[in-house]
């Protein structure tokens, strides 16, 4: 009985360990490219093109990973007309 007990707790604690913590989008600082376009409405081939921009301002490369700062990318679209 004793070794049943014991087992459920250890599952559960290795339940809660990998439970992934939710944050919404619009508490991130930066984005994925998927995330972007659905918090921006951009497509995510419009947001890679623009990404791929070397003086883009919104970019944040993590290796080979981009990301997409949301400040930035709020900033860029307040300022622009047409993408």
Request: hydrophobic fraction near 35%; proline fraction near 2%.
């Amino acid at each position: 009985m004793e070794k049943e007990v014991e087992a459920v707790d250890k599952n559960k604690s290795i339940e809660k360990q990998n439970e992934k913590k939710f944050v919404p989008i619009w508490e991130k600082s930066t984005l994925t490219i998927e995330e972007a376009a659905l918090y921006s409405g951009i497509g995510r081939n419009k947001l890679r093109q623009l990404t791929d921009d070397d003086n883009c301002p919104f970019v944040l490369w993590v290796g080979s990973k981009r990301l997409i700062k949301r400040k930035l990318l709020d900033e860029h679209i307040e300022k622009m007309f047409s993408l």
